[in-house]
């Protein structure tokens, strides 16, 4: 119970990695808010978790919209009081089509920057408050592995997780004296329940070839670093990108 009480704000935790980051932060004991766009599956999500015995809120949010996401701070508020973790999960990535960088459509790429790193800044301004005044807090982002290989195909998302690096960096550094702490797990190719063209399931194992752990990721891989990221065990540790990625050797 390692995040006892812990209120934890975990967006896009209707499906894929979300979902196993959400049901995880309530095993360790925390009071999860589901801030995510498709309200069906934040809700069904928030009932796995109280079926489970645990506390949760499903919130429908719109993470590029800076109202949606101030409401989604205020809620939290009102329901526990405090905002100690948020996990900066949700972003465009299953639903993305692939193509040469030259062939992406400028609406599309406004779009997925307005999720994914847009989305990323809101969040962190949103509960900036609440941590400051706490005079604590966690920010956990989720990067990618594609920006060090600069993967092709997807050259929106490519950059988009660069930017995610980048305000890791920034915003631990304007919040350190804060006591609060901002990292970024970069994960490898992970499959969730969750079909896609980015990495198809057959794609995952030949990609899986090119890391020191020879499977494929799943997201039961990653929970473990996150509530590391955001228990008191990390408190020395910030502004810092955790590769967990079964030792890709591209790095
Ligand atoms: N699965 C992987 O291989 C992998 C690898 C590296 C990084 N990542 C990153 O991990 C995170 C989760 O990946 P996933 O595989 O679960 O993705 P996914 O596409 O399956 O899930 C994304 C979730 O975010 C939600 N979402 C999208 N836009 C939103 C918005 N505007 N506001 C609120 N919620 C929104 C979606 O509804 C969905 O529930 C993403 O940041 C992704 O870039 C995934």
């Not at 978790?49 to 949606?68: F, K, M, N, W």
């Not at 639903?95 to 992406?104: S, V």
């Not at 929106?156 to 960096?169: D, E, L, P, Q």
């Not at 006591?179 to 499959?191: C, E, F, R, Y």
Request: hydrophobic content about 45%; aromatic content about 6%; charged content about 20%.
């Amino acid at each position: 119970m390692r995040l006892q009480d812990q209120v934890a704000i975990i967006t896009g935790g209707g499906q894929g990695l979300g979902r196993a980051f959400a049901l995880a932060f309530a095993g360790e004991g925390a009071r999860v808010v589901i801030a995510e766009r498709n309200a069906e599956r934040g809700a069904a999500v928030a009932a796995e978790i109280e079926a489970a015995g645990g506390q949760a809120l499903a919130l429908p949010t719109d993470v590029a919209s800076e109202a949606s996401t101030r409401a989604m701070a205020d809620a939290a508020l009102d329901r526990w009081g405090r905002i100690d973790i948020l996990l900066n999960n949700a972003a465009i990535f299953s639903t993305i089509k692939m193509r040469p960088f030259d062939e992406i459509p400028v609406q599309e790429w406004d779009d997925l920057m307005a999720v994914n790193v847009r989305g990323v800044w809101l969040c962190c301004k949103a509960v900036a408050p609440a941590m400051r005044a706490q005079r604590r807090g966690k920010i956990i982002n989720i990067a990618s592995v594609v920006f060090d290989l600069g993967r092709a195909n997807y050259l929106h998302y490519v950059a988009s997780k660069g930017a995610v690096i980048g305000i890791t960096r920034g915003v631990a550094t304007e919040l350190g004296d804060y006591g609060v702490n901002v990292n970024a797990i970069s994960p490898s190719s992970t499959q969730t329940e969750i079909p896609r063209e980015t990495v198809t399931r057959e794609g995952a194992v030949a990609f899986a070839q090119n890391q020191t752990i020879k499977r494929v990721q799943a997201p039961a891989d990653l929970v473990g670093t996150a509530i590391f990221l955001a228990s008191s065990d990390s408190d020395f540790i910030t502004g810092q990108t955790i590769n967990v990625d079964g030792g890709l050797r591209f790095h």
